[in-house]
Each structure stands twice: as C-alpha cells, then as structure tokens.
C-alpha cells in the first residue's frame, strides 16, 4: 500500500472512528472537510532585492469561534500540511473542551537563512496580509507559535495587529503565546512539553493503561526516546527526567543522535545546542550520526518534532511499548496500523500535545478578560488561611512550622493556576477517552476513541442547531 499524505492520513484516522459512529455520512463529510484555505504570496525588500513568499491560514471547521491554531515557518509548509494540521486543531479543542473551531497557518521559510530584524519584517507582512481578512482577529481566528515560531513572532504579530487596529480593546487576543509583558501568560512556553508530561504521569497513575502497554511502576527509571529537542521535546524531556526519575537514553535531532543508557542531562544538552557549537562536541553522551535511532529499544518514544516520521518504511522496526506523541502527525495511518498489530500503544497527538491550546486558551480568556487571574482572589485567601491557622494555634494548642505556614497560606500565583489548569484538563482528556473505550471496547486503541469522542461532541454541536 502506497504511503498516504498527511491529510489522507488523519481521514483515515477519522473513518475508522466513524465506522463505529451512527451518524449519517452527510454530517460525518460535512465535519470532516476543510472550510476554507486562504494563500496569499507576498513580496519584502531584502537584501536590495524583491523576495516572495508563500503563506497560507487554513480554516477546518468554524463550528466554534474564533479559530484557533498555530502559524508554522519552515520550507516545507504547503497546502495539504496545514490541512491537516487544522483538522487535527478542531479533533484536538473539541476533545478537551475548548470553545475554538481549528485552524493552522503556516509560511514556507528556512528561518535559518534570515537574520532576525528580516523575519521581523516578514512576519509584519504575513501579519498584514492576514488581519486584511481578519484571519488574525481576537474574535476570529487567534494564531499562537510552532514549529519555527515562538513569543518573538508572536509579539511581532500583535504589535502589528494593534497598529492596524487602534480602537480595538481587545487586540491583546488576536495571538496567544505572547512574551508575557505583551499579554502572555506564565506557563504557555512550557505548556506543551508540560501537558505531555501530565499525560505520561495520568497514563502511569492507572493499572489498566499500564496493562494494555505491558508496564508497570511508575515513570521512575523509564527509559525514553525523543526525537526533536525544540520548544515541545525540551520541556517534556526536560521535566520528565528532572521531575519524575525517567531516564532520557536518546535524542534524535536533525544534525545527530545523543545516546546515554545512564540518562541524557537535558538541560546541559540544550545549552550545548543554543551555544551554537556542533553536536558532535556534546560530552554528555555519545554522538552519531545514524538514520535509525527511533528503533532505539525502549519503554517509551516521544516524537517531538515533525509528522510523518513513523511511517510504512520504519514501523515494523520500533521496539518500544508506548508512543506518547508530542509532535502532530508523527505516526501515518499505515504506521498506526503495523504498530496496533504490534501492540504498541499510542497516545495520539490530538490529546498528548493539546497542552499548547489549553494554556493558550487560559491567555485569550485573560486578555479578553483584561484582568491575570488570581489578582482578585489571591490576598483575600492568604487573609482567611492565616486567620484559621491563627486559630487552631491560638484556641486549639497546635504549632505549625514557618515552612508549613507559608505552603498553606501563600496564594496561588499565575503559574500556580495556570499548571492546575492544565494538569485538570488534560487528565479530563484522558478520562473521556479512557471511560469511552471502557464503555465501547470495540474502539481498541486510545486515537480511534479520541477521534470518536471528538467527532461526537462536534456532531452534537450540529445536531442542537437542528442539523
Ligand atoms: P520547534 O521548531 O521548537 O522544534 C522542533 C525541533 O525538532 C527542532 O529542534 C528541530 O531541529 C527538530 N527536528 C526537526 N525535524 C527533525 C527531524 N527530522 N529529526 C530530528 N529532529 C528534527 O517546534 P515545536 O514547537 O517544538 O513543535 C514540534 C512539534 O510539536 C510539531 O509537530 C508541532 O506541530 C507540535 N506542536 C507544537 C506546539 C507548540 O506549542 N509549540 C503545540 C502542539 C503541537
């Protein structure tokens, strides 16, 4: 069977859930499509020369508004990529409950090949091009960061926006994972590397995820496989070892392999790739340059980085138990296939690496709230918690430590908030699609019963209207 392409891909990921759907083909086509795809080529003086570029915004379902979804730059961007990347954005905010329909942007640029101050002027051009047709607007269509992208781009895009748009008080929302003292909120770099570690710790918090893996214990000592140390495979590397004891034995990049069966210190790798020197100098492990290394053996393999990377030609190779999938798409749907075969377990994308949107989600209700949460609440409880521990001191003879006094009574911050919110909403995640399987064991593996849960709740939407 030949290779499908990204969109085919997650479509045959979506008919396989909604085989065992009683719904009719009509509404099933009707939420399966893409809306709308905008391109748009632009030209930039750079370098005494006229360069032209190709973005694109695609629109996958605006059951829910605004759209949401990130703006990609990288040379291989192209129409049937953000495509699927947007459907993948409505399957992924409608299983954990996010008011936004999906969307995906992308702009085909080696940000390699340009300096910063050129990006800048790029991207105020994309960002032009985009608000014209109010594909960038904080009712509409919010972008936020990936791959290529991050809060400098981001603050690039709402700072254009503004100027377009002075009389708009909420401005603030057309983009999310804004560098904080442009409307960011804490926590949205680290989110979606720290939703892939809260999804590890809910998946080893229960014996029967364990089982269906064949693991056991807890994520202490695990050994573990990354593939792509940026924004996503950094943080989920990073905490996973750092906070729960997993052993980091192999990170894939594009320029090398690093291998350690006794861990990877990750943080001192991703200051050797930030200080510019060439992998190869990396003392910590040992470094090669082989093609192979997501069969590296395992207990669990996160690819971080890019889909399509497990595809027909490497599947039968892997020799893990559970592919927590950072990245979106990382697995084909003829990979899938050899992989349940195999019975390798898959927590897809659409839940592993929802963390992004989440706190993205916390920003945009922040920014159209135009107030940081906890501001209201935050003395009035420390108030009432050192009034009872006050109390039981005073009246009922107790002693409490200064440590315990300032671990009960501190209010919670904006981090603080924003972490519990993210923790809650992925385990809900993971609940639905759990207590599903549970209910419909027919589904057999984690994505067909998010693809389900997902198409189900989109489906009620439409039925409510009468559809
Ligand atoms: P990024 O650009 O910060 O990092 C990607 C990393 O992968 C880079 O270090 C790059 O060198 C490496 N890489 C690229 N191709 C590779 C290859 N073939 N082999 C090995 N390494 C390779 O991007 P990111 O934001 O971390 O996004 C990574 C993935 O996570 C993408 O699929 C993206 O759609 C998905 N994602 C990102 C977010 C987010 O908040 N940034 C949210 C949800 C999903």
Redesign the pocket.
Known sequence: MKELNFSQSVDVMFNRAASYMDLSPKLLEKIRVCNATYTVRFGVKLRDEVHTFTGYRAIHSEHKEPVKG?I?Y?LSVNQDEVEA?AALMTYKTALVDLPFGGSKGGLCIDPSKWNAEEIERITRRFTFELAKRDLIHPSQNVP???????EREMAWMVDEYRRLNRTDIDSAACVT?KPVHLGGING?TE???RGVQYIAQEFFRHNDDKKRAKLRGDLDGKKIVV????????HAAKFLSEEDGAKIITV????GVVRNTKGINIENLKQH?ISGEPLADFKGGKVSTDADALSDECDILIP????G?INKSNAHNIKTKLIIE?????VTAIADKVLRDKGVVIIP?MLA?????VV?YFEWVKNVNHIRFGRLQRRREENKATLLLDALEDQGGLKFTKKFRRDYVDGAEELDLVRAGLDDTMREGFTHIRDLLAEKPELEDYRTAAFYRAIDDIALHYRSLGL
């Not at 593939?227 to 950094?234: H, I, P, S, W």
């Not at 971080?304 to 889909?307: P, S, W």
């Open positions: 990130g990609r990288a990347l936020a960061p990936d791959m290529g992208t991050g994972g949205r989110a979606t590397g593939q792509g140390l940026g924004n996503v495979g950094y894939i990049e594009r320029d790739m971080a980085a890019m889909e990377v950072a990245a979106n798409g990382p994308d690496n929802a963390g992004g949107v993205s």
